[in-house]
């Protein structure tokens, strides 16, 4: 689930042009700097009806997902957010953020507080992912609009933005040690059981990728550095994260240790060098199994989830689900989204 971002860039953005996220869709995103490091998005829905848009997971979501990604040079500056898994079903008024007709509604946030720009001078910045909504008046999911940004050059103040990025972990820190972080018993049972029906799912996944199934239908290409990319990182998955219950190569938590589970939220992953899965309360609701095509279980979040970790492959999220994402994504998008992993392991479990 990772989390999933919708806008980016914190340079001088003066001429900044309004982004249009889709050729039919209504809502068009202008970006602006804020002092050192922040961000400032004006969403503007400039169509005849109001839309709801999901917040989890993206740009008006308060938890910290990934809102912009960061290179200096070739070098990128890693990620040091959650990665969230969001689920579009039952979804309460609270999930949404109402922009009425010819409405525009503002966020801000510190790209800082996320990507460690302590080095300072001058970055790279850009954005991809996918806004979903629903219409007026409905918590039902009625689309999702995928979205890339142009690569803005920005000037950082390094000792600014250090400060910046050591406040937020100290604070976020501070929280966890209040936190239960053990499953009950209960809990541990079926965690232990979804982890071997994902073990299961992604050895079947390894040995149909290895054979070429469905490789273009879901990663957009057969060639050899696609089949290799996504036979690697199922052979990761059922060798190292899912392997048992309690040797695992990543620390999985039943409470919510990264005070990220809002509305919607199924679960999220914290990438990097203190990597964690965190399962939330609604993950526990999920079927243990299905043999649905493109219908989330148990098993298949917790694939999601894995892809996000730096030692398996340390995916974004593009984008959610078959329709309008994996359907119109490109390869190099396919082999960096943890959706399209987890709907190809579900597509191969559930003979789709």
């Not at 850009?126 to 050059?153: D, F, K, M, P």
């Not at 048992?244 to 679960?267: E, F, I, P, R």
Request: with cysteine.
């Amino acid at each position: 689930m990772k989390a999933a971002a919708i806008a980016s860039c914190f340079a001088a953005l003066a001429n900044a042009a309004a982004v249009n996220l889709k050729g039919e869709s209504p809502l068009v995103v202008e970006i602006e700097q804020v002092g050192n490091s922040e961000v400032k998005a004006s969403i503007t829905n400039t169509g005849n009806v109001g839309l709801r848009i999901l917040k989890a997971g993206s740009i008006l979501d308060s938890s910290p997902v990934e809102k912009v990604k960061v290179a200096q040079g070739a070098k990128s500056v890693p990620f040091t957010g959650i990665r969230v898994y969001v689920h579009t079903k039952d979804l309460k008024d609270e999930a949404f953020q109402t922009i009425g007709a010819k409405e525009t509604i503002e966020v801000q946030w510190d790209a800082a507080q996320l990507h460690d720009l302590s080095e300072g001078g001058e970055f790279n910045i850009s954005t991809e992912g996918s806004l979903r909504y629903a219409e007026e008046g409905s918590n039902q999911i009625a689309g999702q609009v995928i979205y890339g940004s142009n690569v803005i050059q920005a000037k950082v103040d390094g000792v600014e933005a250090a400060a910046v990025h050591s406040a937020f972990h100290e604070a976020t820190k501070a929280k966890r040690v209040v936190i239960q972080n053990d499953c009950s018993s209960s809990q541990t049972s079926t965690v232990n059981a979804a982890l071997g029906v994902a073990k299961t799912y992604a050895q079947n996944a390894q040995t149909a990728a290895n054979a070429g199934t469905n490789l273009q239908e879901y990663f957009k290409s057969t060639d050899s550095t696609t089949k290799s990319t996504v036979v690697n990182v199922f052979n990761k998955i059922a060798t190292s994260v899912v392997n048992s219950g309690t040797s695992g190569s990543a620390k999985l938590y039943c409470t919510d240790v990264g005070n990220a589970c809002s509305d919607g939220v199924v679960a999220y992953t914290q990438p990097g060098s203190n990597e964690y899965i965190a399962l939330c309360p609604y993950w526990f609701q999920f079927p243990a199994t299905n043999t649905i095509c493109h219908d989330a279980d148990q098993p298949y979040v917790i694939i999601h989830e894995a892809t996000h970790l730096t030692a398996v492959k340390g995916t974004d999220d593009v984008c959610y689900g078959y329709n309008g994402c994996v359907t119109a994504i490109s390869n190099s998008q396919s082999l960096n989204n943890a959706d399209s992993y987890a709907l190809y392991a579900n597509s191969i479990y559930a003979n789709c």
